[in-house]
């Protein structure tokens, strides 16, 4: 009871720390949470507060202004009406802002997870991915990180053949 009462606080604190690549990161961490080198986390990211040990974010990684990973879901007392599960989010991706990231979900290395998308289901490597529902829509042959850039990133999108877009 007591970690979990500190973990929680440690949570609060990282929502409105200073420090998306030291501090943020450093506090959640501290918590459980599975972080590599060179990751960013905006403020106002909120990652499961219940279990920060079953969320994994790889290296090079940015996770963007009021996103959500939810490793849990409990609508009850009965263990039937629980979800859980993993959250990982592989190298070189970047989520964009306002994202939801929902429990049992791998999002591959080298995605861009357009804003404001609601990730339900797994997100394979090297896919601009969006919309609702969910969807690829582009791949991606330079990821969205600091060493690359935005520029760099926009010039290697490349379109998804008609196999790639589930058609």
Known sequence: MRMQLWGRMLNKLAFVAPGGFG?????????????????????????DEIHPECITIQDNCSIGLRTSIIAHMYW????????????????????????????????????????????????PSGVLWGGSPGRPLARVTVPLTREFGHEAFSRGLKPLRKKEKGG
């Open 23 to 47: 501090v943020r990161p450093r506090l959640q961490k501290w918590r459980g949470v599975r972080i590599g080198a060179n990751v960013w986390i905006s403020q106002y990211v909120y990652l």
């Open 76 to 123: 009850g007392p009965r263990q039937d009406s629980n979800v859980s599960g993993t959250v990982s989010i592989m190298s070189d991706t970047f989520v964009g802002p306002h994202c939801v990231i929902l429990p049992g979900v791998t999002i591959g290395s080298s995605v861009v997870i357009q804003a404001g998308t609601a990730v339900s289901r797994n997100v």
